[in-house]
């Protein structure tokens, strides 16, 4: 089977935004990034402040209304539709439910072949990469780091507290590979690409 979609699961600042952008470029052919945050960018300025839509805590604690998981719901039919269409697609997202997240994403991805890939980071790592990036709620990434993988079943998991987002990129590549996509791939930065048994040394 030819993996057509890509579901990143793991909590904040694990790391998900740069694995995606090294797969996207690591990856033998064009694959299109639908990340849960670009979907909460679309939406107006109110729906942050409403208990009907999102709700982040002094804590960092995040709360969803049923207004945000209608435009939710139609945002997950819309990345299935593009995969049915012929897109390659990987979704960065934050399972706040864990395995009711995922049973959400299996409904309207069925039919279509589906690589699942938990994103773990130690607590106290993510917390670190919180504070220095500066534009999430402190208390956030130590919350979600145990609680979005709950129940989660995985065909890969890997994990960022001591790998590079390019190595765990390779790491997924690799298993694409593996179940059938062509294994061809290019470096993060583009340059020259790698086929075969040269493929299999890179990814080591």
């Avoid at 945000?68 to 697609?89: D, N």
């Avoid at 399972?95 to 009711?100: I, R, S």
């Amino acid at each position: 089977m030819t993996t057509q979609v890509i579901v990143l699961n793991g909590g904040s600042s694990s790391g998900k935004s740069g694995i995606v952008r090294c797969l996207q470029a690591v990856l033998p052919d064009p694959w299109l990034a639908a990340a849960i945050d670009s979907l909460i960018e679309m939406m107006p300025a109110s729906m942050q402040a409403s208990d009907l839509g999102i709700e982040i805590a002094a804590d960092g604690a995040v709360a969803v209304g049923s207004t945000f998981r209608e435009l939710e719901a139609a945002w997950m039919a819309g990345v299935a539709a593009m995969a049915r269409a012929g897109a390659r697609i990987i979704v960065d997202d934050v399972f706040l439910g864990g395995a009711e997240s995922q049973e959400r994403w299996r409904d309207v991805l069925d039919g279509l072949d589906v690589l699942w890939v938990g994103v773990r980071c130690e607590s106290v790592v993510a917390a670190g990469r919180e504070i220095a990036r500066g534009d999430r709620a402190p208390g956030m990434a130590a919350q979600q780091a145990p609680i979005v993988h709950r129940g989660v079943v995985y065909d890969l998991e890997v994990d960022t507290t001591h790998t590079e987002s390019l190595d765990c990129a390779r790491t997924i590549a690799a298993r694409v590979a593996a179940d059938g996509t062509d294994a061809r791939t290019r470096w993060c930065d583009g340059t020259t690409p790698v086929t075969g048994a040269r493929l299999d040394r890179h990814l080591r």
